[in-house]
């Protein structure tokens, strides 16, 4: 069994924090947007291809194959007034495939106003025939939950379904859309676009308080531990190889101020080890640094640069109409602001 310990593992960086943390509560119990066989709703056809039924399992809509673009389902209500969702931040339609193809479903919520303005959000699901699932649209968020058009939720003038132009029949049933959420509802933060910059430029150091649980991570057989003079790694012997891995407690690290790392490594084993050190980012790996053999007791600081071996040479044939580019080297594939791991 080898051993060594990482010591630390150093940059020049400053200090800063994800800007947008966005605190939820539960707001109002949510509300349905129909009931049962939807009475005070009309159900307008985008065309003859379109037919619709309201039922107490929820509203049946088929589509016969036509030349329609976006065949689909209006509902607005009998009384002539908008949907008043205001008290909620989204809302969450159940449909069903009950056709025999595969489905694509938009979801689209209208303000009244100048269709050159785009005055809606839009959200999609896709089903397979016989299978059920939830499209949730966000206010104010279309096309995989991105910033959109600001919706006003307090004057819904139309709520859209709609399919694509098809060669078969295709239906659907709408099982239930309730209202839910709070006002100003956001939607959740993938926490791999959260950056950190390590204060002082320090990624670790062993005064370093760290979620060993979140942060260090082992492969093929090693082992880690945290001790008062870092991270201890345990190999095993012979020709297997092992890896220990630190990241992040959250998001990727922004280095983005710097143009290396720094590990600094000690062997504390009987016997002599010889590491290689890379880092992992968003964009790909670092090249491998071979920090050499380091016998029983011995320390190195191992250099971690940004900057590939080979930089970046573009292919001479780039451009050239009717041929595909060849030769050239790829450079570095780091993304500075987006650190994902120390791989030791």
Request: charged content about 20%.
């Amino acid at each position: 069994m080898k051993h060594f310990a990482v010591l630390t593992a150093a940059c020049l960086a400053g200090m800063a924090f994800p800007d947008a943390l966005h605190a939820q509560g539960f707001g109002v119990p949510a509300k349905p947007v129909f009931e049962g066989k939807a009475e005070d709703i009309q159900l307008k056809p985008s065309s003859a291809q379109v037919s619709a039924q309201a039922g107490g399992d929820g509203i049946t809509v088929r589509i016969a194959p036509g030349e329609e673009g976006y065949p689909g389902l209006s509902l607005v209500k009998k009384d002539g007034t908008p949907f008043d969702l205001s008290k909620h931040g989204h809302v969450e339609a159940k449909i069903a495939n009950t056709g025999t193809q595969q489905l694509g479903l938009g979801l689209r919520l209208d303000n009244p106003g100048d269709w050159k303005s785009n005055p809606y959000n839009t959200e999609n699901i896709y089903l397979k025939p016989g299978e059920s699932g939830v499209v949730n649209l966000i206010f104010g968020h279309s096309h995989g939950k991105k910033k959109s058009y600001p919706l006003k939720p307090e004057n819904i003038s139309q709520i859209l379904f709609f399919a694509t132009k098809s060669e078969a029949q295709q239906s659907f049933r709408i099982e239930s859309m309730i209202a839910a959420g709070t006002p100003g509802e956001l939607p959740a933060i993938d926490p791999a676009t959260i950056r950190v910059k390590p204060a002082g430029g320090v990624v670790y150091e062993a005064s370093s308080k760290i979620n060993a649980e979140k942060q260090i991570d082992t492969w093929n057989k090693a082992t880690a531990s945290v001790t008062p003079e870092g991270i201890r790694a345990a190999y095993p012997g012979g020709k297997e190889t092992g890896s220990l891995v630190f990241r992040p407690e959250q998001g990727r690290w922004d280095l983005s101020q710097s143009l290396q790392v720094v590990v600094k490594i000690r062997n504390d084993g009987a016997t002599a080890v010889s590491p290689n050190v890379r880092l992992e980012s968003n964009g790909g790996p670092s090249d491998t640094i071979d920090a050499g053999t380091l016998a029983p007791g011995e320390s190195k600081e191992v250099v971690i640069p940004f900057i590939a071996k080979e930089i970046w040479v573009g292919a001479k044939d780039a451009g050239e109409k009717g041929k595909k580019a060849s030769g050239g080297q790829p450079g570095t594939k780091i993304t500075s602001d987006a650190i994902s791991a120390v791989i030791v």
